[in-house]
């Protein structure tokens, strides 16, 4: 059997993707002079003639028709730009693509394929060698250009000399004090629900208006902000197809959604007389990407949200992208466009001028990707790729997407995700939050469990139920960071709520209201003394009296001894080995104790002694035998 060399099997898939090409020997290259045919050493590789048959046929096209054929370009250029609406900025990918495709490319074969009419002449045009050659030359043009953005892209790169210092510096993170920065949370402030959780509620109010279920649907945005200092999601509707839209377009959008995270209240908020006329759903010119597109063409727009100032009118607020780095890389927010969702009207603002009520003039993913800069490039580029000493980078998600969730701090919405080492093992080395509206950048130094770990260990806790986890969020608890999270079940509804230490992610505590897993938290910290050794006033109770009953128990892992004192049916809990000395007491003995009120079980905190000072607990019996150990 004939073997088929590479370069034939390269004919072949080209003759077979369309292109002409006629290979073949001429008599010098099969046998040169004083030389042998065949394979021999003197023979030349064939001569191979590379054929493009659209441009084959411009090349016989007169003046006229080369003329009418730019017009039309031009006309579908302009069209291609009005619907597309790249932007007109050099350090935009997008208006790469569309200046090759649209301008590069067909100039390229109108340029080569007048060469080619030249060189060979044609029935209407006669053979010029000069401009034969001229119009090769200027062919290359474009292909100059598009080799241009080549080079600006690889000068982009983290590797080129100097750009690793430069991604390290996009954003600047100060690492703070976790108990001094972030303030006790407010239960009544706190998200309760996530993203998920808010789409089926606002699904459900919107289900109550049917005069607005035949015409409009939810948006899927639901951007989560601060409004009148509480966390919301708000949404806009959104026509529900085109026919819809058609028949509404002079009305417009008559209302959004909007759902309280923290109370899981939802409503469909109507406009009255200033509805929302510039949207997503818009198809042509009141398409809000395309209006404020051409209305600032030289701008690169970043993730568009939808906020509600404190009156509830709606704005699209828009942040400008800049690069720093190269030509394409380094991508920050410099400057901010509002847009009047019911008007239109556009505000062009600096970032520092944004006002206080915006909350996201950063998109999340855009500010976790510069941390993960900082964090990979800060000792260099060669470090980030083999010894990556001192790398971080933040945690990931569990569902192939970004780990990342939201916290109110200083009626602003800050992104909150761990840090972990460059494996991405189990474990984080810290947290950061990032302002939204300023990119403001905290790390708080707090080793412990990933929001992953957290929520399986929260998942555990009702694993006979098969409640799923949500997405942690951080809180301060009695100066203790903490993860907090909804548990809902497979209908996607909230039922009971989870907190977990971040440090210790054996201590998890759940409960059916958030006040409950509160106190069912902190009464477990106290009985673990963790409050106890950061110095927490835990708002112990003292009690004392007869025991009238004792027990023992084994509750995952841990000993307890149940007691119930002689003047009353509450039950009290002391956990070992904390509270060692409990071994030592019977029923009928007298004892004295500090506890927290909890239910079903009140734990105890310490033992005291009959003077009312703390007994000798294990930790200090053990001092106290490491310090003999020494004498001795």
Not at 503 to 532: F, H, I, M, P, W
Request: net charge negative; aromatic share 10%; with cysteine.
């Amino acid at each position: 059997m004939k073997q088929t060399s590479g370069f034939d099997a390269l004919l072949e898939a080209l003759k077979q993707s369309g292109v002409n090409m006629d290979g073949r020997f001429d008599a010098e290259a099969e046998a040169p002079a004083g030389g042998s045919g065949g394979n021999g050493g003197g023979s030349r590789p064939p001569h191979v003639q590379v054929e493009l048959p659209f441009a084959e046929r411009m090349a016989s096209w007169g003046k006229k028709a080369l003329i009418i054929a730019a017009i039309v370009i031009v006309i579908l250029g302009l069209a291609a730009y009005w619907w597309f609406h790249p932007p007109i900025n050099v350090h935009s990918t997008d208006t790469w693509m569309f200046v090759g495709v649209f301008i590069l490319l067909p100039l390229f074969l109108v340029l080569w394929s007048r060469s080619r009419s030249y060189g060979t002449g044609t029935g209407k045009v006669e053979p010029n060698p000069g401009k034969s050659k001229a119009f090769k030359w200027a062919s290359y043009v474009p292909v100059a250009v598009a080799l241009a953005g080549v080079v600006g892209a690889i000068l982009s790169l983290s590797i080129f000399p100097g750009n690793a210092e430069k991604y390290a510096n996009v954003l600047q993170t100060d690492t703070l004090d976790f108990a001094a920065d972030i303030k006790e949370a407010n239960y009544s402030e706190i998200p309760v629900i996530d993203r998920d959780s808010a789409v089926l509620l606002g699904n459900r109010e919107m289900g109550s208006i049917p005069d607005f279920v035949s015409q409009f649907e939810i948006s899927s945005l639901y951007s989560q902000i601060n409004y009148k200092s509480a966390p919301v999601r708000v949404s806009p509707l959104s026509y529900a197809d085109l026919f819809k839209w058609f028949t509404n377009r002079e009305a417009g959008i008559p209302a959004y959604s909007l759902v309280n995270m923290t109370t899981q209240d939802a409503e469909i908020v109507r406009l009255e007389d200033n509805p929302i006329h510039y949207s997503q759903s818009e198809p042509l010119v009141r398409n809000i990407d395309r209006h404020v597109q051409l209305s600032y063409p030289f701008y690169m727009f970043d993730e568009k949200s939808f906020e509600i100032d404190e009156e509830g009118k709606p704005w699209w607020i828009c942040p400008v992208q800049t690069r720093a780095i190269g030509l394409f890389g380094g991508t920050t927010i410099e400057r901010v466009v509002m847009v009047n969702a019911t008007t239109g009207e556009t505000q062009d603002l600096a970032i520092g001028d944004v006002p206080q009520w915006v909350d996201r003039a950063y998109p999340a993913e855009l500010l976790i990707e510069q941390y993960n800069w900082s964090g990979k490039y800060k000792d260099g580029w060669l470090n980030s790729v083999f010894g990556q000493k001192n790398v971080v980078q933040t945690t990931p998600g569990t569902d192939g997407n970004l780990g990342y969730n939201y916290i109110a701090k200083d009626d602003d919405v800050w992104v909150y995700t761990g840090v972990t080492s460059a494996t991405a093992d189990n474990s984080i080395v810290g947290f950061v939050l990032v302002n939204q509206r300023t990119a403001e950048s905290h790390f708080y130094s707090v080793p412990g469990a990933t929001e992953a770990s957290a929520m399986q260990s929260a998942e555990g806790q009702v694993q006979n139920l098969r409640y799923h986890a949500t997405f942690p969020l951080l809180i301060n608890v009695s100066n203790q960071p903490t993860y907090f999270m909804a548990l809902k079940d497979d209908a996607g509804l909230v039922k009971q709520f989870a907190m977990l230490d971040i440090q210790r992610y054996q201590n998890v505590a759940v409960g059916n209201t958030v006040a409950e897993c509160q106190k069912s938290y902190q009464a477990l910290l106290a009985t673990n003394g963790v409050l106890a050794d950061a110095g927490v006033d835990t708002g112990a109770l003292e009690k004392q009296g007869v025991i009238a009953h004792i027990a023992q128990a084994v509750v995952e892992g841990n000993s307890h001894f149940y007691v119930k004192l002689a003047d009353g049916s509450a039950i009290y809990d002391f956990t070992l080995p904390g509270l060692i000395e409990i071994v030592g007491y019977k029923e009928g003995d007298p004892i004295a104790f500090t506890y927290l009120e909890a239910e079903p079980t009140n734990p105890v905190e310490e033992i005291l002694k009959a003077d009312g000072t703390a007994a000798n607990t294990a930790k200090d019996a053990q001092s106290t035998g490491n310090a003999q150990g020494n004498t001795a």
